[in-house]
């Protein structure tokens, strides 16, 4: 494989809304990410992306784009930004902004021009179609709930498209001049230094342009609009275009968000050839999950977890990096999620980011993991912003749960669980902010926070740091970063284990991915342990020599990371 710049680099994902506020007005904002920049470096971040800052209605939280050459004020000034580009540069760190491009806001110029004149020049940016009979013109369900057209005002036979809310037109791609505008302000932004883009939702720009009815997968007459995305074909010549045209003339960084594509297309997604870089492996993400709605949902059972992880891995690796993630600002906390409940502990915690740092691909935190920031608790449905936690929220009522069921579902799978302030002290709102933050802060902070984490032996936030700094290491970095993932131990019910091999290490990589003792064979010999969540553990007294070999206890959650 061809070795890239950012193949040994480390990426944080920055919630601008809930990350730090400089100015006491409970908004996140770009001043408040700039004093914060030496923490990160300190961690070990070198690629920072950042959600959503551009001018915005903030319907779906800066997911609504009004304007993409303005921040919005909410965020700071167009020269705070190009400080924040600044001084990421002097310390070597990379910015990487999104890149929201299926949809815009309905407040966007464009629109506004298109609602004029549905028939004119702006008309054709977006998917407008005439309904049947003053319904809509197929059954296609939106993201959000309810269906994917709207009716354009003052028409009644006119519709369109929108595959999230009805505020997020869906541009239309087919269009070569809105083609040529997204290329033109892609060329803008990396002109100011940035080193790329995360890429919004981007498999959803090509349709299916029959827009034919499919059978019906719930109650209300509709079907998810991701069927549509299966029989959407060409998607890439857009893609390859936008590289070519934008993105290749300065060597951009991108990754793709991307849920519905078929994995034996990986090679046209990353890699040599691929239209992007990277792209997230949302493939544990999707254990568990139900078309129905998230009432339907089930918790992840830790083996999934591992033959889930696995197969990915075994399917990208001998193309390219993929992203590996445990959260992001649409889950919930991925601690919460992935070890069972009552077992969250800081040790649980540093097994999942053990795991996460070791297998194949680019680690991406999110704000709040590296201290292992949990799912937060919610008194009622008007404690939560999200629109679809919202709209999940209405499904589970509908489905007969009461008001408090319907809550605990929800809080389970919530992207509001991500979203509260980044937990950096114990004082009043976490030390996120002087005034009253946008969004309830988990009442967990006086306990997770930054300030009691740094420097202290045993927590989360070093255990990230050292694991960060192996995948830097002059010795095994390489192995770490490009050594083959060999699975280990195979068919061990909640040992989650493999190695990572080249040509001058072998690492095996064990993990007791429960709440108990156990006892392994070592089937190989080990020279050194590299890794162990458990710092004050002495492991060698816990190998015992038997007839013919050694066994080693591990301890519950005990993660190692051992040369062999
Ligand atoms: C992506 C974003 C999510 C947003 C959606 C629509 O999935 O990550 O936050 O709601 O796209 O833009
Ligand atoms: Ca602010």
Redesign the pocket.
């Known amino acids: 494989m061809k070795k890239k710049w950012w193949h040994g680099k480390t990426a944080y994902q920055i919630y601008p809304k809930s990350f730090m506020d400089s100015n006491g007005d409970g908004i996140g904002d770009i001043r408040g990410i700039i004093g914060k920049l030496d923490y990160l470096k300190d961690l070990g971040v070198d690629i920072i992306w950042l959600s959503p800052i551009y001018q915005s209605p903030f319907v ?2 800066g ?2 784009i009004s304007d993409y050459y303005a921040i919005d004020p909410a965020f700071g000034t167009m020269e705070d930004m190009d400080e924040l580009l600044e001084e990421a540069k002097k310390r070597d760190m990379y910015i990487v902004m999104d890149l ?1 491009v ?2 815009c806001s309905d407040q966007h110029e464009w629109f506004q021009k298109a609602l004029q004149d549905p028939y004119g020049e702006y008309g054709k940016y977006f998917y407008i179609r005439e309904g049947k009979d003053g319904q809509p013109p197929c059954n296609w369900r939106s ?1 959000f709930g309810g269906s994917v057209w709207e009716k354009l005002p003052g028409y009644e036979n006119l519709f369109y498209l929108h595959m ?1 809310a009805k505020e ?1 037109p869906d541009l239309n791609w087919e269009n070569p001049k809105l083609r040529e505008e997204i290329y033109k302000m892609i060329r803008w932004w990396m002109e100011k230094g940035l080193a790329g883009f995360r890429l ?2 981007i498999i959803n720009i090509k349709k299916d342009l029959r827009f034919q009815d499919f059978p019906a997968d719930r109650e209300d007459g509709m079907c998810s609009a991701a069927l549509m995305l299966q029989n959407a074909q060409g998607v890439h010549e857009f893609l390859q275009e936008m590289k070519e045209k934008a993105f290749a003339p300065y060597q951009a960084f991108t990754i793709g ?1 991307l849920f519905d594509f078929r994995e034996e297309e990986m090679e046209k997604y990353i890699g040599e050839n691929g239209c992007f870089e990277s792209i997230f492996d949302f493939a544990p993400h999707l254990i568990g999950g139900n078309q129905k709605g998230w009432y339907a949902c089930e918790p992840v059972d830790p083996d999934a977890y591992r033959d889930t992880v696995m197969r990915s891995k075994l399917t990208s690796q001998k193309t390219g990096l993929m992203a590996n993630i445990i959260e ?3 889950e919930p906390r991925g601690v919460s999620r992935y070890i069972p409940e009552g077992e969250v502990t800081e040790i649980s915690k540093k097994m999942l980011a053990g795991l996460m740092m070791m297998t194949y691909g680019l680690p991406f935190l999110y704000q709040g993991q590296e201290i292992g920031m949990t799912n937060t608790h919610f008194e009622s449905i008007s404690d939560i912003n999200d629109i ?1 936690t919202i709209e999940e929220y209405r499904l589970a009522r509908e489905q007969g749960f009461d008001e408090r069921e319907a809550l605990d579902i929800v809080a389970k799978f919530s ?1 509001d669980n991500a979203r509260t302030p980044m937990q950096w002290d114990d004082t009043e709102h976490a030390g996120f902010t002087d005034g009253t933050p946008w969004l309830k802060e988990n009442p967990n902070y006086k306990e997770i926070n930054v300030a009691d984490q740094e420097g202290r032996e045993g927590s989360v936030l070093e255990f990230y740091k050292e694991m960060i700094r192996l995948r830097k290491d002059p010795e095994y970095g390489n192995t770490v970063v490009y050594g083959e993932m060999i699975p280990a131990y195979e068919g061990e019910k909640r040992l989650f284990a493999f190695c990572r091999k080249d040509e001058d290490h072998t690492l095996l990589v064990v993990a007791n991915y429960q709440n108990e003792d156990r006892t392994i064979p070592m089937e190989f010999d080990s020279k050194k342990i590299l890794v162990n969540n458990y710092p004050e553990d002495n492991i060698e007294k816990r190998v015992l020599k038997v007839k013919d070999g050694w066994l080693l206890t591990l301890r519950p959650y005990q993660f190692i990371v051992a040369e062999l």
């Open positions: 779906d939280q997911y609504d929201v299926n949809h993201y999230f997020q919004d939702a968000e992001n600002h649409d679809s992207r």
